[in-house]
T-cell receptor, first 112, second 108 residues
Framework: DAGITQSPRHKVTETGTPVTLRCHQT?????MYWYRQDPGHGLRLIHY???????DKGEVSDGYSVSRSKTEDFLLTLESATSSQTSVYFC???????????FGPGTRLTVT | AQRVTQPEKLLSVFKGAPVELKCNYS??????LFWYVQYSRQRLQLLLR??SRESIKGFTADLNKGETSFHLKKPFAQEEDSAMYYC??????????FGPGTRLSVLP
């Protein structure tokens, strides 16, 4: 499991509220990713990081921001949650280019 | 742009029957291709990658550059193979592109 944890594992929030999801890894992996998983779409990349304070946008980054102040933590923030952001969010890491991605257990977010 | 397609949302086969999960990709360079699997209530995990040419849990996948395909095959399906399968492509920018997934259901 590459020591990847996500918190919270489940969250229900109201439209318009801010939400922060946390990904924590203990493998000292350089690359970290946030995906959302939706039926019919598979996994879509939201944001990724290639080092501390180095982040970039993915395919579906609108409405999301990220921060990485330490190697082990990658935070995903929804500034003002919308119902379209109801999804399962996965964090992943890789230690080197071209290597296997290791996934966290996922966070199920429901925006009412 | 890189794209991965998996035409079947759901594939049902009987135990002991052969199974083939289709994956096609669009990519202009030399792709790195992977199959990930997600069993019920478990996290995604790597099943196999084309450069290793391994057979994992009886599954194999051959990269066909002419047909831009990376189909996953197993000669005799088992009930424990029931899961969600994702084909993924790795691009030079270190970003994985995942297909929409195929849910495999192996019936007893």
């Amino acid at each position: 499991d590459a020591g990847i944890t996500q918190s919270p594992r489940h969250k229900v929030t109201e439209t318009g509220t801010p939400v922060t999801l946390r990904c924590h890894q203990t493998e000292n992996h350089r690359y970290m990713y946030w995906y959302r998983q939706d039926p019919g779409h598979g996994l879509r990349l939201i944001h990724y990081s290639y080092g501390v304070k180095d982040t970039d946008k993915g395919e579906v980054s609108d409405g999301y921001s990220v921060s990485r102040s330490k190697t082990e933590d990658f935070l995903l923030t929804l500034e003002s949650a919308t119902s379209s952001q109801t999804s399962v969010y996965f964090c992943a890491t890789t230690g080197a280019w071209g290597s296997e991605q290791y996934f966290g257990p996922g966070t199920r977010l429901t925006v009412t | 742009a890189q794209r991965v397609t998996q035409p079947e949302k759901l594939l049902s086969v009987f135990k002991g029957a052969p199974v083939e999960l289709k994956c096609n990709y669009s990519y202009s360079g030399s792709p790195e291709l992977f199959w990930y699997v997600q069993y019920s209530r478990q996290r995604l995990q790597l099943l196999l990658r084309h450069i290793s040419r391994e057979s994992i849990k009886g599954f194999t996948a051959d990269l066909n550059k002419g047909e831009t395909s990376f189909h996953l095959k197993k000669p005799f399906a088992q009930e424990e193979d029931s899961a969600m399968y994702y084909c993924a492509l790795l691009n030079p920018g270190q970003n994985f592109v995942f297909g929409p997934g195929t849910r495999l259901s192996v019936l007893p």
